[in-house]
């Protein structure tokens, strides 16, 4: 059996290591938040990027004909 202080010091090891292990699971909530806006952030920018890129290839797409027509036509 054991002592009253024995019993004592196990549960005071036990109340830090829960502290610790509270105190990692809000920070890996923190890093989680982040890391989620983050992506969210890159989501958003490269569907931007896809969208001007879209813009760039139509552009091109079509000063591409314009070009043809003037070669067939002159």
Known sequence: ???PDAAR?????LNQQLDRLLEYVHRLS???RSLRHSQEQLASERA???ARNEQ???RVE???QRLKALENNG
Do not use: G, P
């Open 30 to 32: 923190e890093e989680n």
């Open 62 to 64: 079509a000063m591409i």
């Open 56 to 58: 760039a290839r139509s």
């Open 9 to 13: 010091y196990e549960l005071a090891a």
């Open 1 to 3: 059996m054991k002592t």
């Open 48 to 50: 931007n990027l896809l």
